[in-house]
């Protein structure tokens, strides 16, 4: 709720023509890591924060629309430092959504559901199936889908979108036979008999070139579907990890349309790097709305799909020690290239192994050509010994990793103990000791969930008690830390003065709860460069 109050106020920077909008009560936390301020004001004018403090250090300018939040949390707009937002919102609007099934008949009942109602031929695809939260914790096959589907041809997608399943007929489509074999590091799966059992590891390009492709339509829908879910969880930033040159066309099409509500951070694949750096581009071009960010490379797969590469073979399949997916000397030319022309890398890496590379090919190209705030980032970063850590720190390199992961997979019994072991799990996402080392560790999703405050619950709770963090180093890093590895530090990530307004609100105050209740507050109000954007009660 809100009122109209009247006062004097002395406030520089007020616009005489607009209304201040003003927040008075909650628990402050500010995004820098501070300790937070109890009964705070923060006062917003256009699309600006002119004054942050205590309520009763600062005046409420008159004629101000003033919200009591009293009890609530009042943080920096949340920012997910890694995701993939347009197609989190091509799947909401067009695929088969798995994410909470409890086994394999409950994702085949849903799957055989579209299946009755598509048309003869017509691909069904689904996502965000999880074998390790299943009974019978085993992968799906193509067994299992030509049993519901034996003319549609269908490919439902792990989780982690690494590993995914085709039946039969989308085998055929694609001309994908017991003699095929990946030729980029990825891996068809066989079974005893040498046949395929529809499961691809880190090799999805084998089927997408026989499969629809979302129009530009449907994509800008699509960003306009997601911005609205990301609103309604107190998210006012994303960084897309990994789009081709159509897939950055919509979203200008989305902010053209009105339909792209986030600060859009947006990682170029490496098919399209060449492009930009023939037309001169560099790393942050753009606006406050859509920038230009790195080169992303890709040098692992994934625990979930055992193909994360690993300096010791899986505690579950002591066959793999996972995938390396660009030989060494490859991805050193492709750092380089990026390096060379002012943009930054973020390079998937997973295993101890596919870190070692990925730093040795950073230290390489700083040895070459220095530059100081280079801010290369190493995407998810999850298995990393003690030496790696004071690398990562001396290189200057960014962790962008995923908390919610260790929210739903680390701990006794876990998927990451199934396939690490207890030692190497609790060498995994190392929150703690990476901050104390000073490292700028920023906090995205990868869409394991989509929602920054079950992150922020992941990083407090971890369920390795040596690697949890403070509430306010967990919102840090998913605030100031997400927007400094996106090279937005200077406008938003954190509640100053003279950055834009960019303001989520949660109902309770976070500082008060049991720290295991804090994945179910929800958010109250969402504002980007000072609009209300979403808000619980309307």
């Not at 530009?216 to 994303?238: F, P, R």
């Not at 030319?333 to 390079?347: E, G, I, P, W, Y």
């Not at 396939?419 to 190392?430: A, T, Y």
């Not at 040596?466 to 200077?490: D, K, V």
Request: net charge negative; hydrophobic share 40%.
């Amino acid at each position: 709720m809100f009122i109209f109050v009247f006062c004097a106020t002395d406030l520089s920077k007020m616009s005489l023509d607009s209304c201040p909008r003003v927040l008075v009560g909650g628990t402050l936390i500010d995004g820098t890591g501070a300790p937070p301020i109890n009964d705070s004001i923060v006062v917003i004018n256009d699309e600006y924060i002119v004054a942050v403090g205590k309520r009763d250090e600062i005046p409420i300018p008159e004629g101000s629309e003033v919200y009591d939040i009293t009890g609530k949390t009042i943080m920096p707009g949340l920012i997910d430092s890694h995701c993939h937002f347009l197609w989190m919102g091509v799947a909401m609007k067009t695929m088969v959504l798995l994410n909470d099934t409890e086994n394999i008949m409950d994702a085949l009942v849903r799957v055989k559901k579209r299946v009755s109602e598509a048309k003869p031929g017509e691909w069904i695809i689904g996502i965000g199936w999880d074998e390790s939260k299943w009974s019978e914790n085993r992968y799906l096959n193509r067994y299992d889908l030509d049993a519901i589907s034996p003319d549609n041809p269908v490919m439902l997608s792990r989780v982690c979108g690494h590993l995914v399943v085709l039946n039969s007929c989308a085998l055929e489509l694609a001309n994908i036979t017991k003699d095929t074999q990946d030729d980029q590091g990825g891996h068809v799966d066989k079974d005893e008999s040498g046949e395929n059992t529809g499961i691809l590891r880190d090799c999805r390009y084998l089927v997408m070139d026989v499969m629809p492709k979302a129009s530009m339509e449907i994509m800008v829908d699509a960003l306009g579907m997601a911005s609205e879910h990301a609103l309604s969880l107190g998210c006012t930033g994303i960084h897309d990890a990994g789009l081709g040159g159509e897939e950055i066309k919509s979203y200008q099409h989305a902010l053209s349309a009105g339909k792209l509500k986030v600060r859009s951070y947006l990682f170029q694949r490496d098919d399209v790097v060449d492009g930009s750096i023939a037309m001169g581009l560099e790393t942050g071009f753009g606006n406050n709305m859509i920038r230009i960010g790195p080169s992303k490379l890709m040098m692992d797969g994934s625990l979930g799909a055992r193909t994360a590469a690993l300096f010791e073979p899986y505690e579950d399949e002591p066959d793999t020690s996972g995938l390396v997916l660009e030989e060494p000397d490859v991805l050193l030319a492709k750092v380089m290239k990026a390096h060379n022309n002012n943009l930054q890398t973020a390079t998937h890496a997973i295993g101890d192994l596919a870190i070692e590379h990925t730093l040795d090919a950073i230290q390489e190209a700083l040895r070459l050509n220095p530059r100081k705030d280079h801010r290369h980032r190493i995407e998810h970063c999850e298995i990393t010994s003690t030496q790696q850590i004071e690398r990562i720190r001396n290189l200057g390199v960014i962790p962008d990793m995923q908390p919610n992961f260790i929210g739903e997979w680390s701990g006794p019994g876990s998927m990451y103990r199934q396939r690490l072991g207890e030692k190497r799990d609790r060498m995994s996402n190392q929150y703690r000791a990476m901050l104390d080392e000073g490292i700028k560790v920023a906090f995205g999703s990868d869409g394991m969930p989509f929602n920054p405050i079950y992150g922020i619950w992941s990083a407090v709770n971890h369920p390795i008690r040596q690697n949890r963090i403070t509430l306010e180093e967990a919102i840090m890093c998913y605030t100031h830390n997400a927007a400094y590895s996106g090279f937005w530090e200077e406008v938003t990530g954190s509640l100053e003065s003279g950055k834009l307004a960019d303001v989520t609100v949660f109902n309770d105050d976070l500082t008060q709860i049991p720290p295991a209740e804090i994945r179910d507050s929800k958010c109250f109000m969402t504002l980007v460069n000072g609009k209300i954007l979403y808000h619980a009660e309307h």
